[in-house]
């Protein structure tokens, strides 16, 4: 079965600084991966999906992820963060051919002032 | 806008009182997912619609039933709710069985039990 890592469950940046959130992917056969985000008693919001096409991937919010295959790995990145970035993030994927998700553990991402 | 509707936002029962969730889609998807998350959690997949094809994953208590009558409504039963089961109710939809396809949420039912 898919699983999926995401390195750090909680992440603290200052505002202004660079984001990172890690998610590794374990298939031998890229998956697709996909990043949410979750605020506070709210549901999941997709950030963006990386499906193979180009392999860094722009979403929402400022936010990019990179594919690299040699490293099975899909990691979050926002160039400067915002106070209004603090949330829970989940990396997912999508076996081909199946429409089941498998979700990471989740990031929970604080931004200090 | 087309989205995913979950009814109530927040809903308190008593212990082993049953208890019925709502998601209505307005995306004419025609997978439908109920997941259960706790505190600080991932969310978990308790079963899923592939239009009116029901599938359970297999660690899903018995406690816990869907119902689809249509492709815009989806119900989350719960026979005799337990304190363990109070949890967020996450209800998401997604096109067909293409694996690229993301999943859309809803916010969520948040679920107290007395």
């Known amino acids: 079965a898919q699983s999926v890592t995401q390195l750090g469950s909680h992440v603290s940046v200052s505002e202004g600084a660079l984001v990172l959130l890690r998610c590794n992917y374990s298939s031998s056969v890229p998956p697709y991966l996909f990043w949410y985000v979750q605020y506070p008693n709210q549901g999941l919001q997709l950030l963006l999906k990386?499906?193979?096409?180009?392999?860094l991937v722009k979403g929402i919010n400022g936010f990019e992820a990179e594919f690299k295959k040699s490293e099975t790995s899909f990691h979050l990145t926002k160039p400067s963060a915002h106070m209004s970035d603090a949330a829970e993030y989940f990396c997912?994927?999508?076996?081909?051919?199946?429409?089941?998700?498998?979700f990471g553990t989740g990031t929970s991402l604080t931004v200090i002032p | 806008d087309a989205m995913v509707i979950q009814n109530p936002r927040y809903q308190v029962t008593q212990f082993g009182k049953p208890v019925t969730l709502s998601c209505s889609q307005t995306l004419n998807h025609n997978v439908m997912y109920w997941y259960q998350q706790k505190s600080s959690q991932a969310p978990k997949l308790l079963f899923h619609?592939?239009?009116?094809?029901?599938?359970n994953e297999a660690d899903t208590p018995d406690n816990f039933q869907s119902r689809r009558p249509n492709t815009s409504f989806c119900f989350l039963d719960i026979r005799s709710p337990g304190l363990g089961d109070a949890a967020m109710y996450l209800c998401a939809t997604s096109r067909g069985s293409v694996s690229n396809q993301p999943q859309h949420f809803g916010d969520g039912t948040r679920l107290s039990i007395l």
């Open positions: 997912a994927v999508s076996d081909r051919g199946g429409n089941q998700f498998y």
């Open positions: 990386y499906t193979s096409a180009a392999t």
């Open positions: 619609y592939y239009d009116k094809d029901f599938n």
